[in-house]
């Protein structure tokens, strides 16, 4: 199975940056997308920022322009820099990786972010 490691994570005020890593192991395709979601307190995880093998990406419109989304294929990472932060990124942040042959998803662990005001 696939695995899957999130750091990074902190409590930092309004304005302020992190930078979060995801490394993965197991039986990864180096052509499956990854991408970050985040979830506040309560049931809805929402999807932050995504990137294909190629590049391609795909952000929320909340963090558009704020956040930046990267990858190293060749190592099974993917990173999230996190520039401006506000309080309602508060959130767990989730590294994610899709399985386009299985159509599976897994999951890190996820690492907290706390921004305050």
């Known amino acids: 199975q696939v695995q899957l490691v999130e750091s990074g994570g902190g409590s930092v005020q309004a304005g302020r940056s992190l930078k979060l890593s995801c490394v993965g192991s197991?039986?990864?395709?180096?052509?499956?997308?990854m991408g970050w979601y985040r979830q506040a307190p309560g049931p809805e995880r929402e999807l932050v920022a995504t990137?294909?093998?190629?590049?391609?990406?795909k952000y929320a419109d909340s963090v558009r322009g704020r956040f930046t989304i990267s990858r190293d294929s060749a190592k099974n990472t993917v990173n999230l820099q996190m520039n401006g932060l506000r309080p309602e990124d508060t959130g767990v942040y989730y590294c994610?990786?899709?399985?386009?042959?299985?159509?599976?998803?897994?999951w890190g662990q996820g690492t907290q972010v706390t921004v305050s005001s």
């Open positions: 994610n990786l899709f399985s386009t042959a299985s159509a599976t998803n897994y």
């Open positions: 197991g039986r990864i395709s180096k052509i499956n997308p």
């Open positions: 990137i294909t093998t190629s590049g391609d990406t």
